[in-house]
T-cell receptor, first 115, second 114 residues
């Protein structure tokens, strides 16, 4: 069975602070995919990143960066110089292949960025 | 390039009525997934469909829920004889040509059962 744990439930920071959202996953698959989605107050789900299990290179996209470490089964997400518009619920998700291709989500982290 | 479309965005039903939720995938996408977001429970997978086929329905409740993705037209999630516990946000996602591609989500349908 697949499992995603987002131990942090709520994080509150002041604008311009850096913040890291943790994600730990469990899977028996050797090939799998990791995702982060953002759910702003308006309610839609916005895709942020997809990583496959064979690519452990860290990725940076503007103020966002992701740290994938297979040794600790973690896929953490860092927002640098946070902004009020980053306030949202952030979900980490995992999918396998074949019969396990559905997304398994963590419970989400509510990030509040205060001005 | 239109994204995933869902309608209605909000749906109110009384207990015992039927709810029909529609999802039009992104252009060129042939894989559709339905997820449910219950308060305090996060997002849970319900069903995965390709055109005219149900691939994985392991997350669907055994009774009252059904889904289809016909050759022509949108995917439909049908809930018969709704109960208050069905109140949730229902999200549809689509992906391009295989199960491993990124799933892009629609805006969701918020179902309220009175």
């Amino acid at each position: 069975a697949q499992k995603v744990t987002q131990a942090q439930t709520e994080i509150s920071v002041v604008e311009k602070e850096d913040v890291t959202l943790d994600c730990v996953y469990e899977t028996r698959d050797t090939t799998y995919y990791l995702f982060w989605y953002k759910q702003p107050p308006s309610g839609e789900l916005v895709f942020l990143i997809r990583r496959n299990s064979f690519d452990e290179q860290n990725e940076i996209s503007g103020r966002y960066s992701w740290n994938f470490q297979k040794s600790t089964s973690s896929f953490n997400f860092t927002i640098t110089a946070s902004q009020v518009v980053d306030s949202a619920v952030y979900f980490c998700a995992l999918s396998g292949t074949g019969a396990n291709s559905k997304l398994t989500f963590g419970k989400g982290i509510t990030l509040s960025v205060r001005p | 390039n239109a994204g995933v479309m869902q309608n209605p965005r909000h749906l109110v039903r009384r207990r015992g009525q039927e709810a029909r939720l529609r999802c039009s995938p992104m252009k060129g996408h042939s894989h559709v997934y339905w997820y449910r977001q219950l308060p305090e429970e996060g997002l849970k997978f319900m069903v995965y469909l390709q055109k005219e086929n149900i691939i994985d329905e392991s997350g669907m409740p055994k009774e009252r829920f059904s889904a289809e993705f016909p050759k022509e037209g949108p995917s439909i999630l049908r809930i018969q004889q709704v109960v208050r516990g069905d109140s949730a946000a229902y999200f549809c996602a689509s992906s391009w040509y295989s199960q491993q591609e990124t799933q892009y989500f629609g805006p969701g349908t918020r179902l309220l059962v009175l």
